[in-house]
């Protein structure tokens, strides 16, 4: 009898811990774990509106591109520093100038060439040129004489965009001098497009020059300033062009025509006699639509004394 009580004990408690982790089991299924996920997915989307409130600024991009901690730093690199460069520069594409730290940015530039990061010195060259800001040029000036040739021509770019006397002191400096033809193009592209009055001299010696892109650019900025030396290049350029798929047969590209599109409206910004010949011809025997509806076009602008701005 006492073995039988005991017995009858001893299962009276296993069945009241059975019922114990029975009650654990459906809190935690029907309360616990749905409120744990609730605040799982409360927590992520207040963590997401806090990012989405949050708007990068380029002072702030500059500070994380400058960090160099990381206790892993010596062996792997950073590669957040150049990841920083780049979205410094897409920042800087669509903010106003005025709000970029010019001074920091340029030490930062200048800290690459020590440095040798290449990527992060490409993207602080573009981002100093979008910027628009005029006391960029000291450090894009220190760019054009870079071993990489990216470099260089995103610093000649950046001085195009920027202006100032210093910018386009630097690109009269490179335009008919510079080993880089890619240099020489876009210098001399850049000084038609600020229309600088010194540059006309600088432009002439690029005509001839031996890059042929050299020569086409130069002579659409010498139009841009009223100045008809580089005429007929102008017009060689537009009576010479083939359209790509007679050349090769294969579809011409979207912007195949470009160079004779923009030697039609260098020769309507000089509207000369010589130039509206070249434009006539252009409009009745121009080898593409596109061309002889730009022709024209600009010959319509001539005659509506529209001169001074391109068709």
């Known amino acids: ?153 995103y610093c000649a770019w950046g001085l195009m965009q920027v202006g100032g006397e210093k910018a386009l002191a630097d690109l009269r400096r490179v335009a008919a001098a510079h080993s880089d033809e890619g240099v020489r193009k876009m210098a001399v592209f850049g000084l038609g497009e600020r229309r600088d009055p010194q540059a006309a001299p600088v432009l002439r010696r690029a005509l001839g020059d031996a890059g042929k892109d050299v020569r086409w650019n130069a002579a659409l900025s010498l139009a841009r300033l009223g100045d008809a030396s580089g005429e007929t290049v102008l017009v060689e350029i537009l009576e010479t062009w083939t359209p790509g798929a007679a050349r090769s047969g294969a579809p011409a590209a979207a912007d195949d025509a470009a160079p004779a599109l923009n030697a039609i409206r260098g020769l309507a910004l000089l509207g000369d006699g010589t130039a509206r010949a070249a434009l006539e011809r252009a409009a009745r025997a121009g080898k593409s639509e596109d061309i002889r509806a730009t022709a024209r076009l600009a010959i319509e602008s001539m005659a509506a004394g529209a001169r001074g701005s391109l068709p």
């Open 1 to 153: 009898m006492a073995d039988t009580g005991s017995q009858g004990s001893g299962s009276a408690g296993a069945t009241g811990a059975g019922d114990q982790k029975g009650d654990w089991r459906v809190v935690l299924q029907f309360f616990v774990v749905p409120l744990a996920l609730v605040a799982v997915l409360v927590t992520v989307f207040f963590g997401l509106q806090v990012l989405r409130s949050r708007r990068p600024d380029p002072r702030a991009t500059l500070d994380d591109l400058k960090g160099t901690g990381g206790f892993l730093l010596p062996w792997v690199g950073d590669p957040k520093r150049w990841q920083s460069g780049y979205d410094l520069s897409l920042l800087l594409r669509s903010a106003e100038g005025a709000a970029a730290p010019i001074p920091e940015m340029a030490a930062a530039f200048h800290e690459t060439r020590r440095s040798g990061d290449l990527k992060l010195r490409r993207y602080l060259a573009l981002a100093l040129g979008r910027t628009g800001d005029a006391r960029a040029a000291a450090a894009l000036g220190e760019g054009l004489d870079d071993a990489d040739g990216d470099t260089r021509l």
